[in-house]
């Protein structure tokens, strides 16, 4: 099986730009969640998606939403971009929840 | 929510040595917890993981082990190898909650 898949694998945008990125999980796979990833914070929970359900959202502003679609696939959308977004974000799969969480490649974004 | 220390931020052995890194979590409902090893510029991949109904798990050369009572569990590497060499999170998770709470990561040097 084709493992998780993230495009764009690197992103570089200005302040107050917006941009979405996207999430296949692996076939079968019902559930996607979001992290981001920086040298400072870690790896943060943004959310999880199963069966186009948002069940959570991790401490993140508004500017940070997504949805899943009827295959599965998620997408990630951050609005008016602070220098501060700049990280690597990660989605994870899993066939439900509790089950183990494989990660994608990620999408290196940049804000300038 | 669940908050997860881990420790030691950084470790270096000599190949061949034991690894020993433990992490401590904060709230008695998580009962999933993974240990991923990243290497740089690559996905967090999953290495082993353990459940609340287990006390030990390994695999090879990597175990793990969960304390309940004390709310800690430890990754153990033993024969360790140049390729061993990378950042290894913790996470938990409660089932209900639908999320990983990471924690800081450690970087391990294995050195020939």
């Known amino acids: 099986k084709a493992g998780v898949t993230q495009t764009p694998r690197y992103l570089i945008k200005t302040r107050g730009q917006q941009v979405t990125l996207s999430c296949s999980p692996i076939s079968g796979h019902r559930s996607v969640s979001w992290y981001q990833q920086t040298p400072g914070q870690g790896l943060q929970f943004l959310f999880e998606y199963f069966s186009e359900t948002q069940r959570n959202k991790g401490n993140f502003p508004g500017r940070f939403s997504g949805r899943q679609f009827s295959n599965s696939r998620s997408e990630m959308n951050v609005s008016t971009l602070e220098l501060g977004d700049s990280a690597l974000y990660l989605c994870a799969s899993s066939l439900a929840y509790g089950d183990t969480q494989y990660f994608g490649p990620g999408t290196r974004l940049t804000v300038l | 929510g669940e908050n997860v220390e881990q420790h030691p931020s950084t470790l270096s052995v000599q190949e061949g040595d034991s690894a020993v890194i433990k992490c401590t979590y904060s709230d008695s409902a998580s009962n999933y917890f993974p240990w991923y090893k990243q290497e740089l510029g690559k996905r967090p991949q999953l290495i082993i993981d353990?459940?609340?109904?287990?006390g030990e798990k390994k695999d090879q050369r990597i175990a793990v082990t969960l304390n309940k009572t004390a709310k800690h569990f430890s990754l153990h590497i033993t024969e360790t190898q140049p390729e061993d060499s990378a950042v290894y999170f913790c996470a938990a998770s409660i089932r209900s909650d639908y999320k990983l709470s990471f924690g800081a990561g450690t970087t391990v040097t294995v050195r020939a």
């Open positions: 353990i459940r609340s109904n287990v």
